[in-house]
């Protein structure tokens, strides 16, 4: 096992984080509670909000002022349907996969299509720190601390065509490493995508890291996609291709469901999914063991409206899930 991604040493909190998590818990009397490991049926029984958000506001959208969810939670809970649909599944089975070499290919309308090491495209000293809120379709959500590349920092090196309208994002497809891809669960490669305005939007982020470690492989290792003001699919994981078109390009979950799961899946609690609730959600942070903090009140794009809402200026929200 690579020893920077063994698990000892990853749940060691690098100390400004651990002091901030401290100083908001105790803001917040933040107490633990004991979540019950059921999936979105249980969180659709339970539409009473308990708890208001404190989080309406942030002095700073680049770091939410949210206490922060445990690494361990973050770590522990995911999903990542390559390595299976249970949410322990992916930390179960992806210590299995090679991150180095690592190559992401560029195609589709840019001035030259060509392979870039994970290097080449997000190198070092352009990486920043972000702490965002990650809001599941399947109301749940965490806060966690990224480090990685603004994806308009990404989007420049690729250097696209003036007609590039879409930006679309490949996972990695290998049945030997993944033992999701085996079943049908859903189709091969999972793949995203973003209008251009909202790619080159400075909340986006193209992370390598999380808690100051490299991403851990169940969090989307070597590199993920990470759109704060989302729902957390569109976060695609694990990413081998960037293709950029004229036309809006087909996305795994919107092809198989789209009337569960929107392109633009901007977070929204006033339009339900057709089988639970989008009003609230249950807030995976604070400390105690698997620690779900009460059920709060979700925010129109989850507490970005005011950075992103102009994109969306003039589209009913409603009709463009
Ligand atoms: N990316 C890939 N390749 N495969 C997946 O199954 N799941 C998505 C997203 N990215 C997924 C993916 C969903 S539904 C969510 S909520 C987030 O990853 C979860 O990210 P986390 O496990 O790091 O919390």
């Known amino acids: 096992m690579n020893s920077k991604l063994d698990p000892k040493a990853l749940s060691v909190t690098p100390e400004e984080v651990y002091l901030q998590r401290r100083h908001y818990l105790r803001l917040f009397g933040m107490a ?44 522990s809970y995911n999903n990542f349907y390559e390595f ?8 179960r089975h992806a210590g299995q996969l090679r991150t180095t070499p690592w190559e992401i290919h560029v195609s589709g309308l840019v001035e030259e299509p060509r392979s870039f090491s994970l290097l080449e495209l997000l190198p070092e000293t352009s990486r920043v720190e972000r702490i965002y809120r990650l809001r599941c379709v399947e109301a749940w959500s965490m806060v966690i601390p990224w480090q990685g590349v603004p994806l308009a920092k990404v989007i420049e090196r690729c250097k696209p ?45 193209m992370a390598t890291g999380m808690y100051r470690r490299s991403l851990p492989p169940q969090n989307g290792a070597p590199v993920r996609l990470v759109v704060p003001w989302k729902y957390g699919f569109k976060s695609i994981k694990s990413i081998v291709s960037i293709r950029f078109t004229r036309e809006p390009p087909e996305t795994t979950w919107n092809r198989m469901q789209p ?3 929107g392109f633009f899946a901007n977070v929204n609690p006033d339009v339900d999914h057709p089988r639970w609730s989008q009003r609230s959600e249950r807030r995976l942070a604070g400390d105690g063991n698997r620690a779900f903090a009460p059920r709060i009140a979700t925010l129109p794009f989850n507490g970005y409206a005011k950075q992103v809402e102009q994109l969306y200026r003039g589209m009913d929200l409603h009709q463009w899930f």
């Not at 909000?49 to 942030?58: E, G, K, L, R």
């Not at 930006?167 to 033992?179: E, G, K, N, R, W």
């Not at 189709?187 to 251009?196: I, V």
């Open 161 to 205: 065509l003036p007609d590039a309208a879409y930006i679309a994002f490949d996972s990695l497809a290998d049945p030997t490493q993944m033992p999701g891809i085996r079943q049908a669960t859903l189709e091969w490669p999972y793949t995203e995508a973003l209008r251009m305005d909202e790619a080159l939007h400075p909340l986006s982020l």
């Open 84 to 91: 299976g649909t249970g949410k322990g599944d992916p930390r």
């Open 32 to 75: 633990a509670t004991t979540w019950p490991l059921a999936g979105c049926t249980e969180d659709a029984k339970q539409h009473k909000v308990i708890d208001v958000q404190a989080n309406s506001v942030d002095a700073d959208p680049m770091r939410a002022s949210d206490p922060l969810t445990r690494f361990e939670d973050a770590t």
């Open 259 to 261: 009337s569960e799961y």
